[in-house]
């Protein structure tokens, strides 16, 4: 994929916002340091995290955040704090997953897709059509290897809490609807940082373009991309519609949204405030799955209302025969969650 450096990054919106968010942020670090430090030993102690977030304040990953992070303080009774950063303002994705293997900040709720780069394991929910709907995903997540994929993070500088919710993504174009799949080819599509998403639009014959999510609107508002792909919470809430009127529910991929945690500031808790923060961050699931459904549905008939061109695509095989090529490229690399997914197909 092209290297971060030679992208082009328009200014985002998102980035004014967050330039007069950065003294809001600053305050916590102090908090952090006089509480005993995010990574430092847990045992009865007074803990402050922080937790990054790239999505708006009433985004159902940030509530799903906000749950467990109230949870967290409700079963310490107030001793262990954990304050969401919502709005990207710790930065964006990549940057931030960096900075949390580094430890400078605690935690975070992140796509698995840009988690690919630091744990190939993730790699696995970049791969197209495996999944056939949302109750698929969550046996796959549920079971015993979805756990297993979670906890490769291990090696990696983090450790992973729980998954979240993150809906099916599909793709939206500016200019020509698409209505095959065809109709991808030798167009420049916004891709995710990850390798198997770039190797999935070429299979198709686009071009993918590697950015941050808070580019994506100027970058398809100025032309440099024709188009994206997301869930609808993302492209109704990024406002992506307004610049990308054509909406084709191939559905095809379900990334897996993932709570995370810096080793150093795992391995340095006690194990009673690991245990607590594990049940918290299990708890907080069910609350975050609900307003997700809920989400999906609200935005859906808002996009409506905005008069978008939603496609609906009745026969995804074609999609599945065009990009069966990156699955065999990587089948390697997955294969044991791979069969584990076909085993929990029809269950
Ligand atoms: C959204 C994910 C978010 C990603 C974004 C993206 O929730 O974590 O940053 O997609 O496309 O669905 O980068």
Not at 155 to 176: N, Q, V
Request: negative net charge.
């Amino acid at each position: 994929m092209p290297s971060k450096s030679t992208l082009y990054r328009p200014i985002s919106r998102r980035s004014i916002l967050k330039a007069g968010a950065i003294t809001a942020a600053a305050a916590p670090f102090a908090l952090s340091a006089c509480g005993g430090g995010g990574s430092g030993g847990s045992g009865g102690s007074e803990l402050s995290f922080r937790l990054a977030e790239t999505h708006p304040d009433d985004y159902p990953t940030t509530l799903g955040d906000k749950r467990f992070a109230d949870l967290v303080k409700e079963r310490s009774d107030g001793r262990i704090s954990i304050e969401v950063f919502a709005n990207a303002q710790l930065g964006e994705e990549s940057s931030v997953i960096e900075q949390v293997q580094m430890g400078s900040i605690e935690m975070t709720r992140v796509s698995s897709a840009p988690m690919s780069e630091f744990a190939v394991g993730m790699g696995l929910f970049g791969l197209p059509y495996i999944f056939d709907d949302s109750d698929h995903l969550w046996r796959f997540l549920d079971d015993d290897s979805g756990k297993q994929l979670l906890g490769e993070l291990d090696d990696e500088g983090f450790h992973g809490l729980c998954y979240f919710d993150p809906g099916a993504r599909s793709f939206y174009a500016s200019g020509d609807p698409i209505e095959s799949v065809d109709d991808v080819k030798g167009r420049k599509f916004r891709v995710q940082e990850s390798e198997v998403i770039v190797d999935f639009i070429k299979a198709l014959g686009g071009s993918p373009t590697p950015m941050d999510y808070g580019e994506v609107y100027s970058a398809l508002q100025s032309g440099l991309i024709d188009g994206a792909e997301n869930n609808e919470p993302s492209y109704y809430s990024a406002s992506h519609y307004e610049v990308a009127k054509n909406l084709t529910l191939d559905e095809h991929m379900r990334v897996a949204e993932i709570l995370i945690v810096n080793s150093d500031t795992w391995n340095g808790l006690g194990d009673d405030d690991k245990d607590l923060l594990s049940k918290a961050a299990q708890d907080a699931v069910p609350y975050q799955r609900k307003k997700w459904d809920a989400q999906v549905a609200t935005d859906t008939q808002k996009l409506r209302d905005e008069g978008v061109n939603i496609i609906e695509v009745d026969d995804i095989t074609p999609w599945r025969d065009a990009t069966a090529s990156v699955i065999e490229k990587y089948r390697g690399d997955y294969a044991e969650y791979l069969d584990s997914i076909e085993s929990l197909r029809q269950a």
